[in-house]
């Protein structure tokens, strides 16, 4: 039997045997050399030479991705490592670093239990660190630490190991700040990286060497070892006494839970069922033997296997034939294949056993985030990501006769990738694109082009902006086509508080399914509960509100009240863009008695005009998207990068200097951004190093919006005149 059959083999036996698992995944800011850990994690487990290790880059195996020197695809792989005469199986996910592929960070961390945080021992935690910890955290995933790059303290900048400690710790400290801040609250200090104990580590991926505390006592190898071998450049003897492999699968093993610990507290949290139910009580003991459940987290498209479904099984044992349902999807598939990942080739196996990660084919219909069960049961939460689409191009087939093919790779494009929306504009033709940022509809037009050999013409990016009020609004009538149906709304502005307990989940988007529950904690949140009691929907960061008493016929007509909300939600009234942080009230209704008379051709008008309306009475104003931008800099260019971020209404939050470098951190309308890399480039001849993250939407000022809103409806063949009251209210 070769190698390669062997280590299947043991990795068939492992997988039955939970408590020897460990699913984790490397998490960390774009240029902290996560890739190249990744491949000596590997080379460490004998799936690839150590020559090759660091170059070879296995898990970043797309095209662009080697390119572009960057992941940004999540890649899975099993691997077995030994520890203390033990064999455990480590599925490993390495996740993008660029805050455009966040996406794949959040459904990644839905599979694992474990993550390691890779931070650069000269930069320092970077506000990615912080986005990747709290997309972590809130999924109760556990962290460890690497500290990687401590090469460049010793050779380049030529740290007394008083100051490499100092250095370390300042690390440690900001690493175990954030995770005081985010960590579940039983969690807070179970949760912290310790040196002593083992789950920090540090060392040089790019060398391929580690040092943990334990190690150290183990092995005997000492930190001036470590100094001496590197100023000497013996990097041989380096990585000989100090494996990166093994010290970092070690602590690992040590330090991150296995599925049977794991899913005893990340079940109650991710899955809001019947905990006590026969398929709640496999979930949260990883039984094997119990019903099968297992999330989706990632679709990937296979030119010979079709659609690949990537995920977590949570109990039960997912096998070959088995028929499933899909519960939001509301099907039935069967199950063709069943396999493991390692790295760009898939295993296929009889079955897997819950605890694993899994990769499925038949599940047509899957979306990320999806739930498949043996039964019908509750499905898990929703994935929350941590930053939206606000970045829009117009797609358009360059031969009319490539428009199916197209239409069926945009479909495909954003189920392989829900960060990405796709909207097929009737009225235009257009297809239009949203994304996190340039870099993310940059790398999906290339794949539109290389996978699907379709080729189009592409707009100049576009902002995607939000609409919203600042006041409460009087009670607005609005009637059906037919006068026979009257709805009679207010709308105001949400609060912040209750705005941000909807994007960190702690409020449902969609139906409650507890009404009393989340009354209950708008109520906390400073809602009047009598007013609250009356939730009926919350849909992108807006609410509906039932707040009449006794009206005939309501319930029957309820969920076209709550489509036309959606619609009225999705296209404001003053230039057809998303509206945010609004409540809207249904104050009093009267509804025909015959059916006939209250469908959706009556009732979708009369409540979409009654919404508009009244936000056009509660002062309607523009939101747009901003960008925390990162940039690390020189001192004698920091004047040229001030001026730069002036020129595009760039606010200054932050300025510290670390030796001879400032740490420039600023927020800036995302609008304002496109063309900055070249810019910056240019005025600090290439020596800013620089990153951005989501940073919510700011309201745009009222001198700038009615110019931006004539040029939002002109792009969109409206009118360009911004509408008024009269416009939008229908005449009583």
Known sequence: MGKREEMIKEIKQLMTQPERIRNMGIAAHIDHGKTTLSDNLLAGAGMISEELAGKQLVLDFDEQEQARGITINAANVSMIHEYEGQKYLINLIDTPGHVDFGGDVTRAMRAIDGAIIVVDAVEGVMPQTETVLRQALREYVKPVLFINKVDRLIKELKLTPQ???????????????????????????KWLVKVEDGSVAFGSAYYNWALSVPYMRKTGVSFKDIIDLTNAGDLKTLRKKAPLHVVVLDMVVRHLPNPLQAQKYRIPHLWRGDIESEIGQAMLNCD???????VVTKIIIDKHAGEVATGRVWSGTVKTGQEVYLITAKR??????????????????????????????????????ETVSEEQIEPFEALHYISEPVVTVAVEAKNVKDLPRLIEALRQLAKEDPTLHVKIDEETGQHLLSGMGELHLEVKLVHLKDKWGVDVDVSEPIVVYRESITKQSPIVEGKSPNKHNRFYIVVEPMPDEIYQAIKEGEIPEGRPKDPK?????LAELGMDYEMAKG???????NMFLDNTKGIQYLNEVMDLLVDGFHQAMDEGPLAREPVMKVIVRLMDAKIHEDNVHRGPAQIYPAIRTAIHCAMMKANPVLYEPYQKVIINVPYEYMGAVSRELNQRRGQLVDMRQEGEVMIIIAEAPVAEMFGFAGAIRG??????????????????????????????????????????????CPQQ
């Open 535 to 541: 939730i009926v929907d919350v849909y992108n960061g």
């Open 288 to 294: 094997p033997n119990g019903k099968m459940a297992m």
């Open 332 to 369: 039935k598939a069967r199950i063709q294949q069943v396999g493991i990942y390692m790295g760009p080739e898939r295993i296929n196996m009889e079955a897997i056993p819950a605890g694993n990660i899994v990769a499925v084919t038949g599940l047509k219909d899957a979306m990320a985030g």
């Open 163 to 189: 100051q490499m400690q100092e250095r370390f710790v300042k690390v440690i400290t900001d690493v175990n700040r954030l995770i005081r801040r985010y960590a579940p609250p039983e969690f807070k200090d």
């Open 683 to 728: 005025a600090t001849s290439g020596r800013a190093l620089w990153s951005t993250e989501h940073a919510g939407f700011k309201r745009v000022p009222n001198e700038l919006a009615i110019n931006i809103i004539r040029q939002i409806r002109q792009r969109k063949g409206l009118d360009p005149n911004p509408p008024t009251e009269k416009d939008v």
């Open 517 to 521: 529950a989340v009354a209950k904690k």
